[in-house]
């Protein structure tokens, strides 16, 4: 427990980084699921525009973990390139894995108590825990997949949960991995000003 407290202190801009942008990400896909809905609810193409949304906001949620780690991880390669005299302590490659792992855990958790509510047939519990991770700004980046493929069925619904978190841990791992490497950089000038 203490190694995961230090873990947070030692990293807690960068953690509180991403659940800020976890809630704004959520917040958006509220913003453009539930209009969508409304307006396209009889609509024969429902099932494709709610899932070309869906592909939009967590295409930039997506985007935007991979370049907050990516710029992380391209502040040490350019201390490495500078040759700076400091002693460089330069975290392990899977750093933006641990990362990801670690601010998404919350989710995580309530995805996979989700999971077991609906696997075990807890009806009042999975429907809470739907309404928690879909309609607060928790994971609602992909309601409008959820919404998408709500006429396919529970089992669909839950596998496409549990799916939804793998990208996340991907991307976070892909841009620091990168970004050390001095390599993926979308905008070099951020870091170039600190």
């Excluded at 539930?34 to 099932?47: A, V």
């Excluded at 201390?79 to 302590?89: A, F, I, M, P, T």
């Excluded at 993926?184 to 000038?189: P, T």
């Amino acid at each position: 427990m203490k190694k995961l407290i230090a873990f947070f202190k030692q990293n807690s801009k960068l953690i509180v980084d991403f659940w800020v942008n976890q809630v704004v990400w959520s917040v958006v896909g509220l913003m453009v699921s539930w209009p969508m809905s409304i307006m396209l609810n009889k609509d024969p193409n429902y099932s494709l525009y709610m899932g070309l949304a869906a592909a939009f906001t967590a295409g930039i949620f997506w985007f935007r973990i991979y370049d907050m780690l990516n710029q992380h991880g391209l502040k040490y390669a350019i201390k490495r390139n500078k040759g700076s005299s400091e002693q460089l302590n330069i975290p392990s490659d899977s750093f933006g894995l641990k990362i990801g792992l670690f601010a998404y855990a919350p989710t995580i958790l309530l995805v996979l108590i989700f999971a077991a509510f609906s696997i075990f047939n807890f009806e009042s519990g999975r429907a809470i825990m739907a309404a928690v991770i879909y309609m607060i700004p928790i994971h609602s980046i992909y309601n409008a997949g959820w919404l998408a493929l709500s006429d396919l069925g529970e089992t669909v619904l839950v596998i496409f949960t549990v799916l939804t978190l793998i990208p996340i841990p991907c991307f976070a791992w892909l841009g620091y991995y990168l970004g050390v490497r001095d390599k993926g950089v979308i905008a070099r000038e951020k870091v170039n000003k600190e």
